[in-house]
């Protein structure tokens, strides 16, 4: 018959870093536990350096609010919020992710609350992985990529659903009905918001005035950012930057664009 004592606590620490240990071998499985602060507390090697960081140990007691800019934390903040609060899982979360080369990947994160004998959760094991043909996911999505892509690289400019329907060999029709329903958005709505997070990233790390950035992403005026921001913020700009104002560039290495 099986015991029913507990593991001693000495072999659950051991077991748990051996488990990361083993995933610091996989480069495309990345590893992070956070307590119910929401602090990483481990990661595996893959992890930190997504992050833009040499070793998993300059990630502990760190939160997202201080690795992202806050308009990136509010998504994180509410998924993890999400899972400590109802103790279920939340599965195949897609991310479109900013290397910190620059480059962009699909990303798939998974969320697991932490609950001892099922009880209150006490923190969150997260899994996440670049996104392969092999994916079932990734099929799907793949065939937006090159869109999502397109309006990544030139938000800036005017982008019509024939342009990008274009880019994936696609009805207009048709790729607006796709694109909606993998990313709950509309190709304007989803353009807009990638237009505001570049405002957020502008308004936080440089004292550009609002005239220039409103012409850098994509606005017709000043007037024009300032309405959509406040609309979508519920902030005006001027109160953004005050409140987020001189991020570093450190801390601004991922970004991901999400509807």
């Known amino acids: 018959m099986a015991s029913d004592e507990s593991a001693p606590p000495e072999l659950t620490a051991q077991l748990g870093d051996a488990l990361l240990q083993a ?3 996989i480069d495309d499985v990345r590893v992070f536990v956070k307590d119910a ?18 070793h998993p140990w300059q ?9 992202s800019p806050e308009y990136l934390v509010e ?5 993890d919020e999400q899972v400590l609060s109802t103790g279920e899982a939340l599965i195949d979360l897609v991310e479109l992710v900013r ?6 990947d699909w990303y798939l994160t998974t969320k697991t609350p932490i609950r001892p004998q099922g009880g209150t959760p006490i923190g969150i094991v997260g899994v996440t992985r670049a996104l392969t043909k092999r994916d079932a996911v990734s099929r799907r999505l793949l065939t937006l990529t090159p869109a999502v892509e397109l309006i990544s690289r030139e938000y ?7 342009e990008l329907a274009a880019s994936v060999s696609l009805s207009p029709s048709h790729f607006s009905r796709t694109f909606k329903a993998h990313f709950g958005a509309t190709p304007h709505q989803y353009l807009r918001r990638v237009r505001l997070m570049a405002v957020c990233d502008l308004l936080a790390a440089s004292d550009l005035p609002l005239s220039v950035i409103a012409d850098r992403t994509g606005f017709y005026d000043q007037s024009h950012l300032s309405n959509e921001f406040k609309k979508e913020r519920g902030v005006t700009p001027a109160e953004y930057r005050a409140t987020h104002g001189n991020t570093a560039p450190a801390q601004r290495s991922r970004i991901a664009f999400l509807p």
Not at 156 to 162: I, K, M
């Open 23 to 25: 995933f610091d071998r």
């Open 37 to 54: 602060e929401r602090r990483f507390v481990a990661c595996s090697e893959p992890f930190a350096r997504l992050l833009g960081y040499r």
């Open 59 to 67: 990630l502990f007691g760190l939160r997202d609010e201080d690795l």
């Open 75 to 79: 998504h994180y903040r509410g998924h």
């Open 99 to 104: 290397n910190p080369n620059g480059s962009y």
């Open 156 to 162: 800036t400019r005017a982008l019509s659903v024939e």
